[in-house]
């Protein structure tokens, strides 16, 4: 079973950053459409950014202009850079498999953006 260990959040003021990174223990990534989704308190898990196995990259809404995800298939390691955070992107972020079967969810790793 593949099992994914988000990392790299904490506390971040109002317009500031923050990279996000999602290892794999298994060979997946680059192999298999992977995405970035969170969580904010109240609200259903929803998907903000994902990666085609090809390399295409795609975001929702509230990520255009500000996330950047990406990847290191050697790694197996993929990354979510996020700038100019707002009060409304805190959430615990989690990475995932997109379109189809999911692997158990991870932990997560929680953002908070606040003054």
């Known amino acids: 079973q593949v099992q994914l260990v988000e990392s790299g959040g904490g506390l971040v003021q109002p317009g500031g950053s923050l990279r996000l990174s999602c290892e794999s223990s298994g060979r997946i990534i680059g192999r298999y459409a992977m995405g970035w989704y969170r969580q904010g308190p109240g609200n259903r898990r929803e998907l903000v950014a994902s990666?085609?196995?090809?390399?295409?990259?795609n975001y929702t809404e509230p990520a255009k202009g500000r996330f950047t995800i990406s990847r290191d298939s050697a790694k197996n390691t993929v990354y979510l850079q996020m700038n100019s955070l707002k009060a409304e992107d805190t959430a615990v972020y989690y990475c995932?498999?997109?379109?189809?079967?999911?692997?158990?969810w991870g932990q997560g790793t929680q953002v908070t953006v606040s003054s």
């Open positions: 995932n498999l997109v379109g189809g079967f999911q692997y158990e």
């Open positions: 990666i085609t196995n090809a390399g295409g990259t």
